[in-house]
């Protein structure tokens, strides 16, 4: 969660360096017409640059990426089942006991546990609890492959932010300068 607020957070920024670019434009177009009467004339004829939203400035919408958001929608799912299913995380109830779940299966599955009561009673515990490892290793995985593609992405955004950035800053000591000349 806190990966996608700092990809939001990285958008907005990048919209504020477009709109930031934008102004600039403005204002070199202003200190053009100033400067000269050719500046001006030139302005008059040439077409205004139109006053697009940053976001279409080649930075689309953000949006978290969906392998992140699929696997932090798993890992709620499975996380709030693991609870249910856990006997120091789950309300006991009075019919309930440590191998009441293990008979279940031991129905479903006789053949595959020994004969001693006991001993399949404590087998399907263990697989029961080798299943459960199975399956929060499994959101792990998931998790650490949305995270990996979410940072992924933004190191993407923020080599854009840092290109906008150095471009800008070029920009803005070019058209102090100017104005400075003024």
Known sequence: QEL????EALKRAEQMVDKMDQDL?????HINSIKSVWGGLVNYFKAKPPESKP?????PEYYANSRLKEAMMSSKEQESKYQESHPNLRKLDNSDNDFSRADLVSSMQTDSYPKNQQLRAYHQKIDNNLDEMSSGLSRLKNLALGLQTEIDE???MLDRLT???ETLDVNIKS???KVRQL
């Open 25 to 29: 434009k403005t204002s070199q177009r």
């Open 4 to 7: 996608v607020r700092q990809g």
């Open 163 to 165: 290109k906008k950035v």
């Open 55 to 59: 976001e279409q400035n080649g930075t």
């Open 154 to 156: 933004q190191d993407d």
């Open 175 to 177: 058209t102090d300068k």
